[in-house]
């Protein structure tokens, strides 16, 4: 083959290369703007479903506040402190509420959580005396539900609500046996005598077990002292009543740990006497929840679910 015809194959190899250098740049580029017109698309459309935010300054007639909390009382969740406090200071804030609606729905939670409401509700009823706070329950106010519900005025349940659970728990598990069975070892480094003391892979340290006993039974006081502050002489004192155990609507009524049988609507109507109810619930965005789902984190489940005190 000449000089002419290797020359003639370069550029021919060349060009095809530069071509090809060209489209794969172009197709880059067209799939770059396809992917944004569909992340457009998507965030458009999640948008349209996002109720737009009425101000509560347009509210001119007098009215029942109604504040949600609902699910399990953590930092992380909807009914997380921030959120029912922000909501329940907006309520009374408003000199056209009337009277103020907690409604409950909740298994429980975290001391702390629960103890920040219950604390910001007392807080609130000396400051706004002329406006009472009252918990309805819907399914459900146990452990911290509970805790935060003996903060109001006075607690309305269905005769068919679950109500009481006042006690503490702190979870977690051994294999010790199963990990001898499979000739595991456990070869975990700690600097500190009980930094490891819920490890589940080593033996129980009957000290560290006693010193969380007695750290859970400080817990279970509050608790115990949060609902005879709260309850007052209302309650009726049984050797079961802090015990964990948990009652129907009725049964709590006849304990003292609820007043009477009515829901949100009937307790605007006939307690407060402003039928007119206004949500001040702090709702999440749509977005905001999408992310929470996509971006849950299994170690901080399994942080929340074993290695914390809880109040359900």
Do not use: C
Not at 36 to 52: D, G, K, N, Q, R
Not at 74 to 88: F, G, K, M, Q, Y
Not at 184 to 201: C, H, M, N, Q, V
Not at 208 to 235: P, S, T
């Amino acid at each position: 083959m000449t000089d002419q015809e290797h020359l003639w194959e370069r550029r021919v190899i060349t060009k095809l290369a530069q071509a090809s250098l060209k489209e794969q740049k172009r197709a880059r580029r067209w799939s770059i703007f396809f992917k944004f017109l569909v992340f457009a698309y998507i965030t458009f459309v999640l948008f349209m479903f996002v109720e737009p935010d009425i101000s509560k300054a347009k509210i001119t007639q007098k009215h029942t506040a109604l504040v949600e909390l609902q699910g399990v009382i953590a930092d992380d969740e909807t009914a997380s402190a921030d959120n029912i406090v922000s909501a329940l200071r907006s309520a009374f804030e408003d000199e056209k509420t009337e009277g103020v609606i907690l409604r409950i729905n909740s298994p429980g939670g975290t001391p702390v959580q629960a103890g920040y409401i219950y604390d910001e509700i007392l807080r609130l009823r000396e400051k706004y005396p002329e406006t009472p706070l009252y918990a309805v329950v819907s399914d459900m106010a146990a452990s911290g539900g509970y805790y935060v519900a003996s903060a109001a005025d006075e607690i309305y349940v269905s005769n068919s609500s679950i109500v009481g659970s006042i006690g503490v728990r702190m979870d977690s598990y051994g294999a010790v046996d199963a990990m001898e069975k499979l000739g595991i070892e456990s070869r975990t480094l700690t600097a500190g005598e009980y930094k490891a003391l819920l490890d589940p892979f080593t033996p129980v340290n009957e000290k560290a077990m006693k010193h969380l006993q007695a750290m859970i039974d400080d817990i279970h006081q509050q608790f115990i002292d949060a609902v005879k502050k709260g309850r007052g002489d209302r309650l009726k004192e049984f050797d079961g009543l802090f015990t964990g155990l948990i009652w129907t609507g009725q049964e709590a009524i006849k304990y003292g740990l609820a007043d009477n049988v009515g829901s949100a609507s009937h307790v605007a109507r006939e307690v407060i006497g402003a039928e007119d109810i206004v949500e001040y619930s702090v709702e999440e965005n749509v977005l905001d929840r999408l992310a929470d789902r996509l971006g849950a984190s299994t170690a901080k489940m399994l942080n929340k679910e074993y290695f914390s005190p809880k109040l359900y």
